[in-house]
T-cell receptor
Framework: EPEVTQTPSHQVTQMGQEVILRCVPI?????FYWYRQILGQKVEFLVS????????KSEIFDDQFSVERPDGSNFTLKIRSTKLEDSAMYFC????????????FGPGTRLTVT | EDKVVQSPLSLVVHEGDTVTLNCSYE??????LLWYKQEKKAPTFLFML????IEKKSGRLSSILDKKELFSILNITATQTGDSAVYLC?????????????FGQGTILTVHP
């Protein structure tokens, strides 16, 4: 069964450093998403991406964040200058048929900023 | 702002019990409601509901949506220890939304042998 994959599973970085989180969505999907979950809190939407551009973003997704689909398979989230409060689990998700169809999540990348 | 509230926050039962998890929501231009099961890491898709009063069923799990009263329930019958997880409810708005999911805080279900 096709699944969303994410690498790395755990990333430790120092405050101020840049990190890139990588995702490979399900191959025939067209809509891609990033969410994050701070420990003990709700899963929060960050950004949606369709047709090679951002279609919707939350207030959390400020200038420090960017997304890219550099080739036909990868989907990346970059945080330019990490802060302590960026420590969270980051989930990638994708959906296929249309923008409202069910989303399938990857296993997540746990980002720890020290 | 869209809002999703789940109850109870946690539930402890024994194998064989039946449980009902609740999800109420406030969303502008409601499109659909989704249930996910979160074990160690990734939320796993269970159901998507768009129409009121139509039950979705998969094995021992079932869910129904009430669009008039703005809530959904997830039922699990004959619970097993493998059902232990966090159950997440999320809503999607229509209109100009591109599928953004707004999640509730989850219900932690623990099933003891």
């Amino acid at each position: 069964e096709p699944e969303v994959t994410q690498t790395p599973s755990h990333q430790v970085t120092q405050m101020g450093q840049e990190v890139i989180l990588r995702c490979v969505p399900i191959s025939n999907h067209l809509y891609f998403y990033w969410y994050r979950q701070i420990l003990g809190q709700k899963v929060e939407f960050l950004v949606s991406f369709y047709n090679n551009e951002i279609s919707e973003k939350s207030e959390i997704f400020d200038d420090q964040f960017s997304v890219e689909r550099p080739d036909g398979s990868n989907f990346t989230l970059k945080i330019r200058s990490t802060k302590l409060e960026d420590s969270a689990m980051y989930f990638c998700a994708s959906s296929g048929r249309d923008r409202w169809s069910e989303q399938y999540f990857g296993p997540g990348t746990r980002l720890t900023v020290t | 702002e869209d809002k999703v509230v789940q109850s109870p926050l946690s539930l402890v039962v024994h194998e064989g019990d039946t449980v009902t998890l609740n999800c109420s929501y406030e969303v502008t231009n409601f499109r659909s409601l989704l249930w996910y099961k979160q074990e160690k890491k990734a939320p796993t898709f269970l159901f998507m509901l768009t129409s009121s009063g139509i039950e979705k069923k998969s094995g021992r799990l079932s869910s129904i949506l009430d669009k008039k009263e703005l809530f959904s329930i997830l039922n699990i019958t004959a619970t097993q220890t493998g059902d232990s997880a966090v159950y997440l409810c999320a809503v999607v708005a229509g209109g100009t939304s591109y599928g953004k999911l707004t999640f509730g805080q989850g219900t932690i279900l623990t099933v003891h042998p």
